[in-house]
């Protein structure tokens, strides 16, 4: 019980003893204000009572809403948290595949530069042996032209 509901009651109950004082020696001033005050004791019990439902009315529903939320936000950060992780997963795949695929064309590169340079050694060898003379003039205008550079 609330004070508005305490104080309705108290005036009602007063109002009630002069209302019976009032018809009791007769006088109508008395009795009617005796009948204004216990209304007006009536309606404020009546107004502190409606304030006491609002109030746990209010409680519950705070209180219902308040879980309600905090149990979607727990589902909100649990699925933000899943996609985060999916979507970590998947650019660690996208990257390893990148890496792996980097790894694979730059092994064929290498490859190909180690045959082509077996062809240039063969070839060059094959033309030394057909004109050695000519190697050597060519080895020997190589030294002269380093050793005017230096």
Known sequence: MNRDSLEGNVRSVAGQGEKMFGQAVG???TTAQGVVDDVAGKARSALGSA???VGDGADAISAIDLSSLRDEISKLAQKVSDLAQNQIS???DQVVGAMGAA???LSQSAA???DKFVAI???VESR???NPWAAVAIAALIGLLIGKMS
């Open 112 to 114: 190909q530069a180690q």
């Open 128 to 130: 030394i042996k057909k």
């Open 51 to 53: 304030k006491e439902a």
């Open 90 to 92: 998947a650019g660690r």
């Open 103 to 105: 790894g694979d064309s």
């Open 27 to 29: 006088d109508r001033t």
């Open 121 to 123: 050694e063969g070839d």
